[in-house]
């Protein structure tokens, strides 16, 4: 499904055509949280190759905590437009990331490329608009996870609240400036949880 060249992908995709046929009680969740795909739920290597997907640390365990307690989960991305993966080879990337580290309730993609001054490439906030409304709630209901400065402005920006979880690639300055620091993401997921209670 693409609209403007935002992919709105898998956990999205599949609530609309399941409908009622899975119980999911997180989807009436009013919360939510919202991580960045590459360097904060997988590792910085995404390419077509979807063997070559690897779970950050403990991403599985984040976001079953995150739904255990109630709390819809997103995925937010500018990275297949930065990469020029084709829809095929994203939507294969996000069936992958389904089965490392669990289902989440929608994924949203910008496919711009960096110079085309989209309304969804972080630092823009247009994703987590449209990741709050896909979830049936509002921008100060979600929590933003991610790994770098853009992630964390594009929240501030949309009115949401954010966690930095760095990666090797997240700079000092980076992190001198996130408002909120987590060492891992279970700890950013508890952090989180009582941000958006
Ligand atoms: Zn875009």
């Given at each position: 499904m693409t609209a403007d060249g935002v992919t709105v992908g898998f956990g999205w995709v599949r609530a609309l055509a399941k409908g009622a046929g899975r119980a999911r009680p997180w989807r009436r969740s009013s919360r939510a949280i919202l991580f960045d795909r590459e360097g904060t739920l997988v590792t910085r290597s995404l390419t077509g190759d979807t063997q070559r997907l690897v779970p950050m640390p403990g991403a599985a365990d984040a976001i079953a905590r995150a739904h255990a307690a109630g709390v819809a989960v997103g995925v937010v991305t500018s990275q297949r437009g930065e990469r020029g993966l084709t829809a095929e080879e994203t939507a294969q990337v996000n069936a992958r990331l389904d089965e490392l580290v669990g289902p989440v309730d929608v994924v949203l993609e910008c496919t711009h490329d960096s110079g085309e001054d989209c309304p969804c490439r972080v630092p823009a906030p247009g994703l987590i608009y449209l990741a709050a409304a896909a979830l049936g709630t509002r921008p100060e209901r979600c929590v933003v996870v991610g790994d770098s400065g853009v992630d964390l402005e594009a929240a501030r920006a949309a009115g949401a609240r954010s966690v930095l979880v760095p990666s090797?690639?997240?700079?000092p300055e980076e992190i001198e400036a996130a408002p909120v620091v987590a060492s891992s993401l279970e700890e950013a997921v508890e952090i989180a949880l009582r941000k958006a209670a």
């Open positions: 090797s690639r997240t700079t």
